[in-house]
């Protein structure tokens, strides 16, 4: 099936830093890629919709000068959290849809990345 | 976008079959109905994926009535290591991609 991988898995930074989120499919290529936020024993809340090429739609409610995303390839995409803060720590999940096949209109999500702000 | 109703969580013990309902009354002509399985600090993973009436693959089966308002995940002989939460989404493909909402999901713990 098709995978999708995020680097880092964890990190830990200070709060003021920047960090940056990179999602990749691994054997497929992906015009579209979601960013989403999970906070602990919460459901998965969709951040933005990021086009290769384009600028990335964000929800209601997410500072989009905040998350930068970037999406510079069909394999490819960057999230970047921005003067990180505490109330930023969480898991982010990224995921692609992937084309062709019989799961054509299929997400595939990645590992998520666990960041905490101290 | 549709909306979907789950229950917030099940128990079931070890060699039982679990079935998972979740209502979607709203879902459009477009929609596909897709299952995902969700581990502690993992991301989810794809389960099954359906339109209309029954498919199956070698973990689940998904049951879709004529109405396609509401949907069934069937897991047979579950095993501890089922305990996870499933969702169930319906996305729309029509805007060119599919955008989907996460519900509360499904807590299922299996019980030995």
């Known amino acids: 099936g098709a995978v999708v991988s995020q680097h880092p898995s964890r990190v830990i930074c200070k709060s003021g830093t920047s960090v940056k989120i990179e999602c990749r499919s691994l054997?497929?290529?992906?015009?579209?890629m979601f960013w989403y936020r999970q906070f602990p024993k919460q459901s998965l809340m969709l951040m933005a919709t990021s086009n290769e090429g384009s600028k990335a739609t964000y929800e209601q409610g997410v500072e989009k000068d905040k998350f930068l995303i970037n999406h510079a390839s069909l394999t490819l995409s960057t999230l970047t959290v921005t003067s990180a803060h505490p109330e930023d720590s969480s898991f982010y999940i990224c995921s692609a849809r992937a084309w062709g096949g019989a799961q054509k209109e299929t997400q595939y999500f990645g590992p998520g990345t666990r960041l905490l702000v101290l | 976008l549709a909306k979907t109703t789950q229950p917030i969580s099940m128990d079931s013990y070890e060699g039982q079959e679990v079935n998972i309902t979740c209502s979607h009354n709203?879902?459009?002509?477009?929609?596909?109905i897709t299952w995902y399985q969700q581990f502690p600090s993992q991301g989810p993973r794809f389960i099954i994926q359906?339109?209309?009436t029954k498919v199956t693959n070698e973990v689940a089966s998904l049951f879709i009535p004529a109405d396609r308002k509401s949907s069934t995940l069937s897991l047979p002989r579950v095993s501890l290591s089922d305990t996870a939460v499933y969702y169930c989404l319906v996305g729309d493909d029509s805007g060119g991609y599919q955008k989907v909402t996460f519900g509360t999901g499904t807590k299922l713990q299996v019980i030995p």
């Open positions: 709203n879902i459009a002509t477009n929609d596909y």
């Open positions: 054997d497929f290529q992906a015009t579209t």
């Open positions: 359906g339109y209309k």
